[in-house]
């Protein structure tokens, strides 16, 4: 086997438009045997589109793709397969109620062959030896996990022999344990000498598994590197245009009055079990209040309740001195708090509705959009264009719907809609879940932000790097009680897990466990 790299790609001046977007703007791409190149770029970079290009599922509006030197025109998906590229899409592409076998037998009738099952199953087995790529070919894929069905897609791609493989965020949907197997999959195909592509978004992929990165920024390649040769800052530097502070500046909190003080709740979950245990906090102005814990045990229904989505059996909730305990939303959003909400696309937005609707949804009561009895056109106009310009919301037109919005463009519109219409009391929940690096700093420089203005927010959060770095105060959640308030510049993450296991500060602090932990 020939074990040294040939050019197997190269993509040349490749441009795509889409109403309203440049989504790839002269892009050059080169791809070889023998290895695997990260495709790096935040949410809407211009990622996909080039690869759905090089699989023959767009015509790209100018550029051109040479195969091993020789230029080639894709009208499909099938002429692409035909020449050896096949791509694992981020929805799967698979009938459910169909075997393994039988999908494969499926997907290569497109192409004109016809084959037996017996020759089939075969060589699967064959293929699943060779690549460590364990399938069963009788199961029907309803019957796999995600995990299992992805397999079931690299194998589709490898029995019609395609030699560069295209995987389009393949880990999003994975456990670290099944990312780390992928990685050693694509790693044999590698071997064999095919070429593999992966899309991410994800710095602690490109540097475990790829060899050589491009980066794409805003639909333009902003860099090719060698992936041993390079940095995970300098990789966010070069996604995100600019440094990104791992570590955000985080200034000692001048702690004001309380805005929110929480007394004795307790509240009951949906399957009506406690949910809230005696639960007391109290924040400040220009404070953030983080809670830790393993997700379910009394996070969301401690921010329902303070939002007043959810009654509570006992106990009070104040915010600037004001009983909203039982109130309606309504009632608590005139009490000053704001909340973005976990389930942002559920709860958090209305997504068939435009950006603009989306942001003027709180303020449509109030100066300076109603003036006496009249909502101004103009001011809703003025309102609007001002916060897409502060918050840096990326979308083509204040008319666009939001659903076709970037995840990080979705919760920035979030963000700066709560953060208008609060009056000193922020509720996060979950701020930066699915979001990439570029977007989750940004949102992690809002919250901060308010903070300085002197707002008082909670901030709830499964992400203890998130936490630590931005809370001034953490209380840790274990089956609906606080395990305990701690000062993050002050303990280490050990005190803080064996909290979220269910010890209560106090003893831990009484035997010493700290030091013999870690
Ligand atoms: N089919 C489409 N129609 C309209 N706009 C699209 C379509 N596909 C992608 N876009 C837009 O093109 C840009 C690049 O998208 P995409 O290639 O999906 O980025 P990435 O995969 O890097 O997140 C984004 O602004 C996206 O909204
Ligand atoms: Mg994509």
Not at 60 to 75: C, R, Y
Not at 166 to 172: H, N, Q
Request: charged residues 20%; hydrophobic residues 40%; glycine residues 8%.
């Amino acid at each position: 086997m020939n074990k040294s790299k040939t050019l197997a790609v190269q993509m040349r001046g490749i441009t795509k438009h889409f109403p309203g977007i440049l989504a790839n703007d002269n892009i050059d791409l080169d791809v070889y045997s023998h290895e695997i190149l990260a495709l790096l770029g935040e949410n809407g970079a211009g990622k996909t589109t080039l690869m759905n290009i090089l699989a023959g599922l767009y015509k790209p509006d100018a550029g051109q793709i040479f195969l091993k030197g020789q230029e080639v025109e894709f009208h499909s998906p099938k002429d692409a397969i035909t020449h050896g590229i096949g791509m694992v899409h981020q929805h799967f592409m698979l009938v459910e109620s169909l075997s393994v076998t039988d999908n494969i037998i499926l997907s290569l009738q497109s192409s004109g062959l016809n084959m037996h099952t017996s020759q089939v199953k075969k060589r699967i087995q064959e293929l699943s030896k060779q690549y460590h790529l364990l399938v069963d070919p009788d199961a029907a894929i309803w019957q796999l996990s995600v995990g299992e069905q992805q397999r079931v897609e690299i194998m589709r791609l490898l029995y019609r022999g395609a030699d560069i493989l295209i995987l389009d965020e393949p880990t999003a949907v994975l456990t670290p344990d099944e990312a780390t197997d992928l990685s050693k999959i694509l790693r044999k195909m590698t071997e064999e000498g095919k070429a593999v592509i992966l899309i991410t978004h994800k710095l602690n992929e490109v540097t475990a598994f790829s060899d050589r990165v491009t980066v794409l920024r805003a639909g333009h390649v902003v860099s090719n590197v060698l992936t041993k040769e390079t940095t995970k800052k300098e990789l966010a530097r070069l996604m995100v245009g600019r440094d990104i502070l791992f570590r955000l500046e985080k200034k000692k909190c001048k702690a004001g009055k309380a805005i929110l003080e929480v007394e004795h709740i307790h509240a009951i979950n949906d399957k009506g079990l406690p949910a809230l245990v005696d639960v007391s906090l109290q924040i400040c102005a220009g404070e953030i209040l983080g809670v830790a814990g393993v997700a379910g045990n009394g996070q969301r229904e401690l921010a329902e309740v303070i939002t007043g989505l959810r009654s509570l059996t006992k106990g009070k909730v104040l915010v600037n001195g004001q009983n909203i305990t039982n109130s309606t939303p309504f009632k608590v959003i005139n009490a000053g708090i704001s909340h973005v909400p976990g389930d942002r696309i559920g709860v958090g937005l209305a997504s068939n509705l435009t950006v603009s609707d989306n942001l003027v949804m709180k303020a449509y009561r109030k100066p300076p959009i109603v003036q006496g009895q009249l909502i101004k056109k103009r001011s809703i106009l003025q309102f609007v264009d001002n916060l897409i310009k502060v918050f840096q919301i990326k979308t083509p037109s204040s008319e666009t719907p939001t659903r076709l919005l970037s995840g990080g463009n979705q919760q920035r519109l979030i963000l700066a809609r709560e953060i208008t219409a609060s009056q000193g009391m922020l509720i996060a929940v979950y701020p930066s879940r699915g979001l990439d690096v570029g977007a989750t700093e940004s949102v992690r420089s809002i919250l901060l932000e308010q903070r300085e203005h002197g707002a008082a927010i909670l901030l709830i959060s499964e992400d203890l790097e998130e936490i630590t770095q931005l809370s001034d105060r953490i209380i840790v959640m274990y089956e609906g009680k606080i395990m305990g308030i701690v000062d993050p510049d002050t303990t280490n993450l050990e005190t803080i897990s064996l909290m979220m296991a269910g010890q209560a500060l106090s003893t831990i602090e009484k035997h010493g466990e700290e030091k013999t932990i870690a």
